[in-house]
Every structure is written in structure tokens, then in C-alpha cells.
């Protein structure tokens, strides 16, 4: 089967570009017909852009992608006005399965076609139209390239020796890239309102069932955060719930992330391995690293502290309709994984300390 390159990386604006099911002029309608509420609409439309599953079998791998991408924006609006989407157009239903299979991701779109993948300017495909979608949906745009390249970087940190200066170096940029994040859900305090996503975007988000499973809908939470996590420090330092999130959340990420997933999820994390380094090492080679490694914990920190902040806002009852965010986490989740961060933070930064003790002493 011809899967996409994603080993190669996906080109997001060409996928973009391509309008395989022509919908452009029904997904600009789209937000109308969700204003109304009109379920009859949404089904109409929806069922006049299904391709068959021979028409599927005829796209290239990037008109897989962006076939799923217009089909998703749709039954994520038939989910949100109460229906099923594969019992309100059985068509449906083999058509997500082919799809799936032909980009090798589950059946339904994910957070990468809502927004890597969704075209700019007046072909952005929208459930509402809210100019603070848009905001949204550019969060992530921006700072997933960033988060993709942590995890890159995360894979070469894996095979190096932390008292190899290219480790403190490569540990560093990790930093720098997950600044985005932090950049990210700043720019979201500053133009969302939490009372606009937890009522008018949040309910577009909502599970569908596909061939007997429940699928989630294209959950920001499915970024690979999870992932940088797992390499960084949550292998071996988690807790039973946070595990059970990544490893759930992991399931709509890429492939080649998945893949890495596995080969990550049983440690050693690189915390592990630089506390290993320096508790055999009394002149200090890996101080470096350890720096770089307490300097990219933070950085988690202030983005999980702003995350926490901005969910307990959008999930209070008098604002919220949901108790859990789009991607299956609680408010209460997302407080355990910031404490458990902070934890390994400073256990780190105290053997940091130990270490540069020494090798003061040493001098």
C-alpha cells in the first residue's frame, strides 16, 4: 500500500492546497449550517463530498490526507448536533476505514489535518468561523514544526553519551523548540476566551465511533508533548495515569512517533541516564548536559503552568460542558503531570548541584 512519506516529512501546504473531494464551497458554508444547528444540512453536505471506496484506492497519498481532513471537519459537526456520524450516513463509515488504512492513521481526522493541513485564508476549513478559531487553529500550526523537531532531536539525544558536548548542545535546541509551546498557549490566554472554546469550539471535538471504536476527535492534547515527555523524563518517572494518557494519545500521532514510542515508553528516559552519568562521574563532563536538561524542564513547566491555568477556566462548571479536554485528559491530569515535572526537575537540579560542588572541590 503507498502510504505518505512521513519519514520524510509531510509538505503541509501541499497537502493544503489540494481539494481531492472538491469542498471548498461546502466547507465554506459549514459554519452557517452550525449556527442553525442544521443537522439535515451537515448530512446533506456530507454525503454529496463522500468519495467511494474505488475513488479513494485512485488518490495519491497527500489526497488521502486531505480527503480525510474535509470528511472530519463535517462529521465532527454531525457528532456535535447529537447524531452518529456513520449511523446518520452509513457510507461513511467504509470510506473513513480506507482512508485510514491508505495513510496508515486512525479512521478519522486528527489534529494534524484540522490544522498542519488545513488551508489558510478563505479555504480554511472551520466549524465556526469565530476569528478566534483561527487562533487556535494557528497555535498549533506554529508550534508543531517546533515540537516535531524536539522529537527529532530527542532521537539523537538517545544514542549519545551525555558526556558528549554535542548532548548539552542538541539538549539546548530541544529547549528552544519547546519554547514554542510556551509561545503557543500565550498567544491562546491572549485571544481565546476560555468561555468561547468551552462552548463553542470544545463540543466539535467530541468521540465518533468507527467499526465498534471510539475515535477522538482532532485534540490539540494529541500534539507529541506526550512523546518529548516520555524521552525526557516519563518513562521512569510517571505515574499509572499520565501513562495511560501518552499511550493513548500516542495512537494519533504519526508514524514514525509511534514507532518511537515503543522503542522509548520502558526508559531509560534521558533524566535517568544523565542522573546515571553523574553519579558515576565525580569530575563533572556531564554538568552541561545537566544544565541543558533542568533549562528544558522548565521550560515544560511554564507551558503545563499556563495549560493548567487556561483548562481550570475552561472547564468550570459555570463555564465548562465537559469535564475532560478534547484529547480524553482531566484539569486534575493535567495538575498530576506539572507536579510530576517539577519533581524530576528538581531531583535533577539537586544532583546538578552535588555536581558542580565537586568539581569546584576538584579545581
Known sequence: MNFP??????????????????????????????????????????????????QVAAFDPLECLAAMRDIGILLGSVKRHGAEPVLAVPELEPVLLEL??????????????????????????MYTGDPQETHLIDSVRNAMPRLGAAVTICARLMRLDPADPAFA???NVVADHLQAMVTSISDV????????????LRPYFEAITVAGTEYLGPAAANMPLALVDVALWASDHGHESYDCFHRESISYSLPPWRRLYTGWRRGPSLAEVISTAIAEDDHGPVQAAAEALCRALRVLIVFRGKHVTIARRAYEEEVGLYREGSGGGTVELLARILRLTRDIAAEVGV?????AANVRRSA
Open 5 to 54: 512519506d512521513y519519514e520524510s516529512g509531510i509538505p503541509d501546504d501541499a497537502v493544503a492546497a489540494l481539494d481531492p473531494l472538491h469542498a471548498d464551497a461546502v466547507c465554506a458554508r459549514l459554519p452557517a449550517m452550525n449556527e442553525r444547528a442544521d443537522l439535515s444540512a451537515v448530512c446533506t453536505s456530507l454525503r454529496t463530498i463522500i468519495p467511494t471506496t474505488e
Open 100 to 125: 485510514g488504512a491508505r495513510t496508515d492513521l486512525v479512521p478519522r481526522d486528527t489534529v494534524h489535518h484540522y490544522t498542519c493541513w488545513n488551508p489558510r485564508g478563505i479555504r480554511q476549513r
Open 169 to 171: 548542545e542538541s539538549m
Open 189 to 200: 490566554v491572549a485571544q481565546v476566551s476560555p468561555v468561547y472554546f468551552a462552548r463553542g
Open 351 to 355: 544532583r546538578h548541584q552535588r555536581l
